[in-house]
Nanobody
Framework: QVRLVESGGGLVQPGGSLRLSCAAS????????MSWYRQAPGNEREWVAR????????NYADSVKGRFSISRDNAENTVYLQMNSLKPDDTAVYYC???????WGQGTQVTVSS
C-alpha cells in the first residue's frame, strides 16, 4: 500500500537550516509530482513546494521562495525539502504528498525558536 514517511525535522534556531526527507513506497514514485505541505497549530494545512515527475520543474509558495528548495531522487523514491534561513513562522508539521493520491503520512515536526 501507499506509504510516505517524513523525517529530518527538529528544533532549530532562527536563521538555521534543516533538510527534510520523505521516503515513498507502494506506488510508482517517478510517475508522480510530489509536494510538501505544512500545518501550524490552529491553521489549515498549506502548500509549500512542488516538483514535477519528469524534468524536475519546481514551484514554491511566496512565503518560502528563495529560502526553501525541493528536490527528488527517483532512484531512491525520495523527495527532499532543504530549508534555509528558517523563521519562527516556519514552525509546523511538514508533510509530503503525491499529487493525485489520497494519502497523508504522519509528518515531521519543525520548530524554529531561540
Amino acid at each position: 500500500q501507499v506509504r510516505l514517511v517524513e523525517s529530518g525535522g527538529g528544533l532549530v534556531q532562527p536563521g538555521g537550516s534543516l533538510r527534510l526527507s520523505c521516503a515513498a513506497s507502494g506506488f510508482t514514485f517517478r510517475n508522480y509530482a510530489m509536494s510538501w505541505y505544512r500545518q501550524a497549530p490552529g491553521n489549515e494545512r498549506e502548500w509549500v513546494a512542488r516538483i514535477t515527475s519528469i524534468g524536475g520543474i519546481t514551484n514554491y509558495a511566496d512565503s518560502v521562495k528563495g529560502r526553501f528548495s525541493i528536490s527528488r531522487d527517483n532512484a531512491e523514491n525520495t523527495v527532499y525539502l532543504q530549508m534555509n534561513s528558517l523563521k519562527p513562522d516556519d514552525t509546523a508539521v511538514y508533510y509530503c504528498h503525491a499529487d493525485g493520491i489520497v494519502y497523508w503520512g504522519q509528518g515531521t515536526q519543525v520548530t524554529v525558536s531561540s
